[in-house]
């Protein structure tokens, strides 16, 4: 990897798209700190570190602690992929849109990604509009609103903010994703997960000591320097992350290979084919798409009780903890149905087998045609079924493991398996897409 940075830095045209990819970086990080006016962020701060283990922590994880600063882009990226989750699936269910997305060629491609840039301006009021509600009316106790903050004005000001803030960032998404390296959206996460590494592993070691809340609960120790007398189990934690990290690399880059022989056939006076070769087919083949679409779904009950605070503490929100058995099977049922979906939209066996046989290709011991596409289906299938699975047991288990344990060890880490899948899956992806550039930059100096 770092030999693979190195080279890419060399080479002109590939060091113009890095250094764009850190500027796009600095500004979403200088956004992440610009405050909103009208609202007292201490407060807002300190009741977020008090939901750490709820869906508005992990809403505030996603958007790199930006949620609990009140920034102007505390909506982070996630109207974005609820508009993109929506679009894509309109397009199955409409005829109109499927026909554009299939058959509308670049023309049609443009015309869905406005639709999708308008479906999250929509997305982002709604959103921008229940936590505006959420800071108003406080904890129950009193109101995130700054002294005097009451009012339409107050109230236009802090909505406009956050609506500005996701369509920037959208903006800033899209213009990674077509003048840098890798994709925009998913770099935009990757940063905002990694921004949270520091203060994560200082609660791990440092923590907090148990304390008492003001209604006599008490809040027991977290941290390994308040609690050594379960050093075992953080070694356990260190070892089943550095093993979690091993087999998302390997599974990422595994493959299966069906092979493919071409028959031979004679042009004028030379022949063509004879050889043979495979057809790829990634065991992960949707990446980390799945997860992140798993997890803007899986935080709707969330955003609804933002528009209804009182609901914040009701059955219903509790059901939904990350560290709930509830929310640990509705996530592992969303994370196989988008890697299902996602394989689908990617990879059309009948269409790759229809090109087999314009070509004049096969694969041994199946006929051309429907036989083929059959056989590519079945295998596609069970790569994906596999997949999909290998995703959501590493997403759930820490999550398992939050709610099973009670000790400070185990506190804060029901996101883990999530962000440490993005964080990989992510950094893999843009390392192939450099080593593509730099391999493209060869064969092009190699034919010049």
Do not use: C
């Amino acid at each position: 990897m770092l030999q693979t940075l190195r080279n890419a830095w060399r080479v002109d045209e590939i060091r113009k798209k890095l250094l764009f990819v850190l500027f796009m970086v600095l500004i979403y990080r200088l956004g992440n700190v610009v405050t909103v006016p009208y609202i007292d962020t201490q407060l807002l701060s300190s009741y977020f570190n008090s939901q750490q283990n709820t869906l508005l922590g992990l809403l505030n994880t996603m958007s790199g602690s930006a949620l609990e600063r009140a920034s102007i882009f505390a909506m982070s990226i996630q109207p974005y992929i609820n508009a993109s989750i929506i679009i894509q699936l309109l397009t199955i269910a409409i005829p109109a849109l499927e026909r554009l997305q299939k058959e509308g060629g670049e023309d049609g491609k443009k015309r869905l990604e406005k639709y999708t840039r308008y479906s999250t301006v929509l997305i982002a009021l709604l959103q921008g509009y229940g936590y505006y509600v959420l800071i108003k009316t406080g904890n129950g106790s009193a109101s995130f609103l700054a002294d005097g903050a009451e009012g339409l004005w107050p109230a236009v000001v802090i909505i406009a903010s956050f609506i500005t803030g996701s369509a920037l960032l959208m903006w800033m998404g899209e213009q990674i994703t077509e003048f840098g390296i890798g994709n925009g959206i998913s770099i935009i996460l990757f940063v905002s997960i990694v921004s949270r590494f520091p203060t994560q592993v200082y609660n791990i070691i440092i923590g907090r000591p148990a304390t008492t809340s003001s209604s006599g609960e008490v809040v027991p120790a977290t941290g390994f320097a308040n609690d050594m007398g379960h050093w075992w189990l953080y070694l356990l934690m260190i070892v089943g992350a550095l093993a979690i990290m091993a087999l998302i690399v390997v599974v990422t880059n595994s493959e299966r290979r069906i092979p493919v022989q071409y028959s031979k056939r004679v042009v004028g006076r030379k022949m063509y084919g004879g050889q043979s070769t495979h057809l790829p087919m990634k065991v992960n083949m949707s990446g980390v798409l799945p997860i992140i679409f798993a997890q803007s779904i899986a935080s709707v009950p969330a955003t609804i009780a933002t528009f209804v605070p009182r609901w914040s503490n009701g059955w219903f929100i509790k059901l939904f903890e990350p560290t709930g058995i509830p929310y640990a099977v509705i996530y592992f049922l969303l994370i196989v149905f988008f890697s299902f979906f996602y394989s689908t939209i990617q990879f059309n066996p009948i269409e790759i087998a229809n090109n087999l046989r314009k070509n004049g290709g096969f694969i041994p011991g199946f006929r051309s045609g429907k036989p083929t596409s059959e056989f590519i289906q079945k295998v596609l299938t069970k790569i994906t079924l596999f997949g999909a699975i290998y995703l959501a047991i590493i997403a759930i288990t820490p999550i398992l493991i939050s709610h099973f344990s009670e000790t400070a060890a185990s506190s804060g880490i029901s996101l883990g398996g999530t962000s440490i899948i993005i964080v990989i899956s992510v950094a893999l992806e843009t390392i192939k897409q450099l080593e593509a550039q730099l391999l493209m930059r060869h064969y092009k100096g190699f034919l010049e």
